[in-house]
């Protein structure tokens, strides 16, 4: 797609360069492994393809036969040790994403999010310590704001397992920089959308249950609705990894992506319904349990990766829910 950023690999950077993408049949690290692949880079993926995540063979149509996937688990570290060996870049992007999840299965959220996270890290350092790594963190770190804008100066308090755990594998990458000179940053990622995303479930988020209620023909739930939320369209969050890939300066970063302005999730729900040429929701209560692990009201302060990496989101949000929702009308099938 057209964006308003030029991508780093135009100019061949990433071409006939090794890549590993963890995660990488996964929403976000799959649309990463399209556009790698049409930079030229050699692409391997690994992915365990977990069903309670957004792995997907689907995912990866297209360019099948132009990437080397690694069905493993990021937790066996032996096989890790391969992998990570002779690549130049890798994309960290397998993880536990669920909140609810990380509370009702807390060690499985551990192991992936933070155990696995430290070992990948000490491969690197003993046998590829020349690797460039970029990891997907998550504006779940900062917990409840306190205030908004949230930028990277906000306290780092955490309402879930899940924002713990995601902590401390950013601050292992950071960590490994600082003291061992692996290039290393981290991208705090807000509610990313777009073509991929899971639509099953709200594990990845609540906006694929509405599309896939929307494009079924069923009236989708809005639970509260007064909440703000902040929207990265998915080809915008690739611009971020290749630009903090390809860029020394984003070394020991940790940076917020963000998105086109703030938008309450009554007025998404409106949005959204406009942009498809109809459908209906419904306003819930939050669900107790959801309403103990909330973060209220959050969007992103981007100005830090804007002006060191010059990053912005390219994409209205507008033009983000058509593209997901065209999308969702011609594949839903092989998403649900
Ligand atoms: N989508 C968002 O809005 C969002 C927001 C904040 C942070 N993130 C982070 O971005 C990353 C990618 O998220 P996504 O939205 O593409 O989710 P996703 O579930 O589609 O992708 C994650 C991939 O990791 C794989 N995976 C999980 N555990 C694994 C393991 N132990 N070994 C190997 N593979 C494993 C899954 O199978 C999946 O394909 C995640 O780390 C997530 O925490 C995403």
Known sequence: MASAVRSP????????RPVLITGGLGFIGAT?????????ARVTLVDNLMP???GNWFNIEGIRDRVTVHVADVRDAARMQGLIRGQAFIFNLAGQSSHMDSMTDPFTDLEINCHAQLSL?????????????????????????????????????????NGINKMAGEWYHILYNNVYDIGGCSLRLTNTIGPRMRVKDARQ??????????????????WGGGQLRDFTYVDDAVDAFLLAAADERA?????????????SLADLARLLVEVAGGG???VRDFPPERRRIDIGDYYADFTAIRERLGWRPATPLREAL?????????????YL
Do not use: M
């Not at 970063?253 to 302005?261: H, P």
């Open 121 to 161: 890290l000490e491969a690197c350092r003993q046998l590829n310590p020349g690797a460039k790594v970029v990891f997907a963190s998550t504006r779940q770190l900062y917990g409840r704001p306190d205030y908004l804008p949230v930028d990277e100066k906000h306290l780092l308090r955490p309402v879930d397992v």
């Open 52 to 54: 309670q995540y957004g």
């Open 9 to 16: 690999g135009d100019d061949g950077f990433f071409r006939g």
């Open 322 to 334: 058509a593209r997901t929702v065209e999308y969702y009308r011609r594949h839903l099938d092989a």
């Open 280 to 282: 209906a929701f419904e």
């Open 32 to 40: 990463l492994a399209a556009r790698l692949v049409g930079l030229g």
């Open 205 to 222: 988020t609540f906006l694929g249950v509405w599309v896939r209620d929307l494009v079924q023909g069923r009236p989708f739930e809005v």
């Open 251 to 263: 070394n020991g970063g940790v940076f917020n992506l963000g998105g086109d302005g703030a938008i």
